[in-house]
């Protein structure tokens, strides 16, 4: 079953914009990644933050983390038509041993030029 | 080696007949996982491999699937008796040994099945 829900479903901007993306979990977690899938693809992965981490950057993407509220957030800055995809969050597991991610349901972004 | 490849990348097959898939992962990784994933959600997990040990299997790996990894290296994944609800794009990944539980999965391309 899916651990986690993104919000929103789905996101239309224009090219420059920025896009923010919100990925909520249900359990304790060690790590949380976001990936990127162009359509019908398999995922790329953009980034992890450990739950100790509460931001990091990398290019143009910022990810936040909030353990209290069991949240994540996603920006992406200066969008590109290029950024067209869905982006999943996927929650890793805090037991030694027990290696799957966990998916949430995705928000598939649109970039308009 | 450039990543992960899956095989085949499209597969279209009659109910009740059986489907095989291999994934190639990345020479160094030890840790193979299969994933499905249906139109618009996100992927499940189904399964993994540390070298050739099955250690995890999700309760969506029903008895009509079953994956190896004989030598440690490439995986196959096969359906018996396919169903239409097996229609899916099965994911393949793999990571090498995690550092404090940490590590990122590389993803194949996958392999969407389509049962008719």
């Known amino acids: 079953s899916q651990q986690g829900e993104e919000d929103p479903q789905a996101l239309s901007i224009q090219e420059g914009e920025n896009a923010t993306m919100n990925c909520s979990y249900k359990?304790?977690?060690?790590?949380l990644q976001w990936y990127r899938q162009n359509s019908g693809r398999g995922l790329v992965h953009l980034i992890l933050?450990?739950?100790?981490?509460r931001e990091k950057h990398s290019g143009r993407l910022r990810v936040t983390l909030d353990t209290s509220k069991k949240s994540s957030s996603l920006l992406i800055t200066a969008s590109r038509a290029a950024d067209t995809a869905s982006y999943f969050c996927?929650?890793?597991?805090?037991?030694?041993?027990?290696?799957?991610?966990?998916f949430g349901q995705g928000t598939r972004l649109t970039i308009n030029p | 080696d450039t990543g992960v490849s899956q095989d085949p990348r499209h597969k279209i097959t009659k109910r009740g007949q059986n489907v095989t898939f291999r994934c190639d992962p990345i020479s160094e990784h030890n840790r193979l996982y299969w994933y499905r994933q249906t139109l618009g959600q996100g992927p499940e997990f189904l399964t993994y491999?540390?070298?050739?040990?099955?250690?995890?299997k999700s309760r969506l790996l029903s008895d009509r699937f079953s994956a190896e990894r004989p030598k440690g290296s490439f995986s196959t994944l096969e359906i018996q008796r396919t169903e239409q609800g097996d229609s899916a794009m099965y994911l393949c990944?793999?990571?090498?040994?995690?550092?404090?539980?940490?590590?990122?999965?590389?993803f194949g391309p996958g392999t969407r099945l389509t049962v008719l």
């Open positions: 933050i450990r739950s100790n981490e």
């Open positions: 996927a929650t890793g597991p805090i037991v030694q041993g027990a290696q799957k991610l966990v």
């Open positions: 990944a793999s990571s090498s040994e995690p550092v404090l539980l940490y590590n990122e999965q590389f």
């Open positions: 359990t304790s977690i060690n790590n």
């Open positions: 491999f540390q070298n050739e040990a099955q250690l995890e």
